[in-house]
Structure formats: C-alpha cells, structure tokens
T-cell receptor, first 118, second 109 residues
Framework: GAVVSQHPSWVICKSGTSVKIECRSL??????MFWYRQFPKQSLMLMATSNEGSKATYEQGVEKDKFLINHASLTLSTLTVTSAHPEDSSFYIC??????????????FGEGSRLTVL | RKEVEQDPGPFNVPEGATVAFNCTYS??????FFWYRQDCRKEPKLLMS???SGNEDGRFTAQLNRASQYISLLIRDSKLSDSATYLC??????????FGTGTRLQVFP
C-alpha cells in the first residue's frame, strides 16, 4: 500500500525553540496533506489542510503563526511548531491522499511524531 | 455535543469472545464512514469502510444506520492481536475526516 513517512518520530526540545516535522509521500504525489494533533486519550483533531503551492487552511482555534505549514512539492509538507511550549507537547500525525485518487480517495497516515517540550 | 461519540471502554474480553462497539455521529449530512484501528503510540490504520447495506471482512462486521446516525463494529472470535483502540471516523461533504475518541479493546488469554 501507499506509504507516508514522517520525520522525526520523536523529538524533545526546550521551551521557546522551534521544531520542524516533515511528512513525505513516498510512492505517490499528494496535492493535499492533512495535519492532526492527538493528546493522550483524546481523538485526532485536524489542525490544518496543507495545499501544494498555496497557503494552508487552518481549522478554527489553530494559530497559523504558531504552526507554520509549507507544502512546497507534491511529496513533502512540513509543520513547524514555533516557540514551542510544554502545552504543545503532543502526537502530531500527517495524512496524504494520492492526487490521482480524487477528493475522496483513501487517506494514508504517517507514523506520527511525538513532541515533548521541556 | 461531540461530532462523533464513542464509549471509551476499555472492553476487556477473553480470546474467542465476540465484542461490539457502537458510535453515533451528529451531522446528518455525513457521507462516508470508517473504522480505523490505532495501536498504542502509533498512527491510525484503516480497518474497513462502512456501507449502508452492512459489510463484512473476515471476523469483522460493520453496520450503518443512517436514520439513527449510528455505526457499529462487531468482532467475532477475538484474538490477542485485536487489542487496540478502534476509532469511528466520519466524513461529511468535504474531504475532512472527523475522528471519535476511540474505544479501547483488550483481549486476554
């Protein structure tokens, strides 16, 4: 099946620093990728929709200046958590859809990135 | 009210048991329905789509009741490897997926 890779899997950083998480579709091209966040024992919450070549669309309550999303190519989207604080510690997961599968094609998930901010 | 609601469990069942999970959704315009499985500290993986006519995949059976806005998942002959969190997922008329909080299943020997 299609593979989506996230990097890094784990990251620990100091409060106030920025962290970049990469999401790559390895065997297909994705015009759209989605970024989710999951706190312990909670559901995945959609943060933003990443669109290749244009600005990301953020969900209500998600600060676009804090969570910078760049989707510069058809196989890579990045999420940068700027000035991270302990409350940003979470499991960040991306998903991507093959552009050839259409708007309702299956979503493939990355392995997730666990961020711990000290 | 949450858009997708599930009983968080945990459901503790012995091997070989049959277990059923339920899920309700609030948006009557929802069009697609799925069950995902998520292992601890891992990404969710698609288990099966759910169709109005009901569908089966081996030991797993999914049902959808649009009138009641209710989705179910039945697991027969539970295996130890079935232990995981099962996520009910709904999609409306956009391409966004809405996840339930999940129901945790623990199968014991």
């Amino acid at each position: 099946g299609a593979v989506v890779s996230q990097h890094p899997s784990w990251v620990i950083c100091k409060s106030g620093t920025s962290v970049k998480i990469e999401c790559r579709s390895l065997d297909f091209q994705a015009t759209t990728m989605f970024w989710y966040r999951q706190f312990p024992k909670q559901s995945l919450m959609l943060m933003a929709t990443s669109n290749e070549g244009s600005k990301a669309t953020y969900e209500q309550g998600v600060e676009k200046d804090k969570f910078l999303i760049n989707h510069a190519s058809l196989t890579l989207s990045t999420l940068t958590v700027t000035s991270a604080h302990p409350e940003d510690s979470s499991f960040y997961i991306c998903s991507a859809r093959d552009r050839l599968a259409g708007a309702f094609g299956e979503l493939f998930f990355g392995e997730g990135s666990r961020l711990t901010v000290l | 009210r949450k858009e997708v609601e599930q009983d968080p469990g945990p459901f503790n069942v012995p091997e070989g048991a049959t277990v059923a999970f339920n899920c309700t959704y609030s948006n009557s315009a929802s069009q697609s329905f799925f069950w995902y499985r998520q292992d601890c500290r891992k990404e969710p993986k698609l288990l099966m789509s759910v169709y109005s006519s009901g569908n089966e995949d081996g030991r797993f059976t999914a049902q959808l009741n649009r009138a009641s806005q209710y989705i179910s998942l039945l697991i027969r002959d539970s295996k130890l490897s079935d232990s995981a969190t099962y996520l009910c997922v709904v999609r409306g008329n956009t391409d966004k997926l809405i996840f339930g909080t999940g129901t945790r299943l623990q199968v014991f020997p």
